[in-house]
């Protein structure tokens, strides 16, 4: 239905991702970003703005191959994890490709929804100067992350701690603690990639836990990529049939190996759920490097006191403490954000009486963000939805904002606009792409079939030395996908007879 105006509200990765959609489908997208330029949070800055933000060495810790649009792979000779430098590339050949830039209104000041979400008219200051706009849809692409986590209510005596504290987001690098003695608290992946890089400089790194974690690596079984081997739809659907408690143990006993984590402070509470990435953490805890503390109870003018009792003298904290979601733009407003950010598929509020905004990137997977925020996007509910003048009905279900299995999620969405692939037809015209997509990384391609090469990809860059053997070396074992592949035939064979 072309000539629906849009507003896309941040040029980050979803927001990029919404404004080639829109266009895809005929819409005219306004994306409005309140810096100077586009990527969002990939953006590295030397100064920091308050808002969440990463670190000059930050190096994603989801695959380049999910880190992607679907119809845009990054260039094969990138590494297989990228760093921030890398991905803004990736982005600004995006933009540029699709040629992006023209649809975005850079240093938008402040932007205000009028009135309720019944019609969606938008304020928007530029220096000093106001303009009205009318759309017929606004995707909401400002981040789940925004401001930091600052929880100094419960660290009594932080206010007479002589040395410095900061929160993560303000760190930028290592330099300048060079020699200090550094708390970092928090066991997120902020934490621990602060607490392994700082531990190069620092004197001594105290990570703190209160509750402990569980830790994986990028490097997995075979040197592969963990993302090639965890996020496949086969591992997905053996999660379905096994006990949750057997899949933990799996896990557990894997991550254990490696280094037992009860012997290195680490063990959590909690089950194998969500894991930090940690690749050179147990390195750096074996060589003293970074020593494991639990909880801080109290902080004295020079000193930290653990929750164990013991004391230890600092210089600095680091408060690695995560960060809060908000959103100004819609004044907080509680009828689109209840309390337990209620929307259906973490897109839609359910409360508008009309489908007039959707959220794009507000949920926390356990994979890569741009693929779900582009599916996401591409909810061809969205554009239907947004082009309807009556209120699709929609069954909605509430969740809080929660981590979301990646795979699981991409699927559902998937299937809502019906790019979901049907392996049993897949499998009948094309077995190797149907053996890639059940068995291979779980990448954004899969949703629209442009996959065969990823494998390579993956491959080429760890391949710098040329070897004689040339055998990509595979996370299932050739017989378990043939059995696999010969059962398929088999459901295949038995769902043709009985049709
Ligand atoms: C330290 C860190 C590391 C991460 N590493 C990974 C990783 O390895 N892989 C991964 O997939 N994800 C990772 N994430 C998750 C990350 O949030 C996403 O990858 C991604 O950046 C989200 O993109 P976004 O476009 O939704 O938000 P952002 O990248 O934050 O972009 C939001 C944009 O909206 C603009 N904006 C906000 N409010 C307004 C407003 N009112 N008016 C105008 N413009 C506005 C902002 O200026 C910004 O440009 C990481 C997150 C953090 C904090
Ligand atoms: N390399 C990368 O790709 C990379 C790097 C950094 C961040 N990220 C992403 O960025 C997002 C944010 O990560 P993050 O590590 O900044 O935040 P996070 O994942 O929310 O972790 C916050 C940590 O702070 C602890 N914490 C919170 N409040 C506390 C309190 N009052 N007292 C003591 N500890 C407290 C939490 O402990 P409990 O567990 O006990 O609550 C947790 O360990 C995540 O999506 C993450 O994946 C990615």
Known sequence: MPGKRIAVIGAGVSGLGAIKICLEEGLEPTCFEGTNDIGGLWRYQETTSGRASIYKSATSNTLKEMTTYHDYPSPDYFPNYLHNSRIMEYLRRYAQHFDLTKHIRFLVDSMRKRSDFSCTDILVETTGKQESYVFDGIMVCSSLYTGPILPLQNFPGINRFKGQYIHSCEYRSPEKFQGKKIIVVGIGNSGADLAIELSHVASQVYLSTRRGAWIWNRVWDNGMPMDTVLFTHFKTILNKFYPTFLINRWAENKLNARFNHDVYGLLPK????????????????????????????????????????????????????????????????????????????????????????????????????????????????????????????????????????????????????????????????????????????????????????????IIKPLRTRTLICDQPPSSVPFWLKSACAALLLFALTLIIIKG
Request: with cysteine; hydrophobic share 40%.
């Open 270 to 457: 909690h089950r194998y759920v969500l894991a930090t990435c940690g690749d050179d953490l147990p390195n750096h805890i074996i060589s003293g490097r970074v020593l494991i503390k639990s909880d801080v109870r109290e902080f004295t003018e020079t000193s930290a006191i653990f929750g164990d009792g013991t004391e230890e003298d600092v210089d600095v904290v680091i408060f690695a403490t995560g960060y809060t979601s908000s959103f100004p733009f819609l004044e907080n407003n509680a009828t689109v954000l209840d309390s337990q950010h209620s929307m259906f598929k973490f897109v839609f509020p359910p409360q508008l009486e009309k489908p007039t905004l959707a959220f794009i990137g507000i949920l926390q997977p356990v994979g890569a963000t741009i693929p779900t925020s582009e599916l996401q996007s591409d909810f061809r509910g969205i554009a239907k939805v947004f082009c309807c003048k009556t209120y699709v009905k929609l069954t909605f279900t509430v969740s809080e904002i929660v981590p979301v299995q990646y795979v699981e999620y991409m699927d559902e969405i998937a299937s809502e606009i019906g790019a979901k692939p049907n392996l049993p037809s897949i499998f009948l015209w094309d077995p190797k792409l149907a053996v890639e997509i059940f068995f291979g990384p779980c990448t954004p391609y899969q949703y629209r079939l442009a996959i065969l090469t990823q494998r390579e990809r």
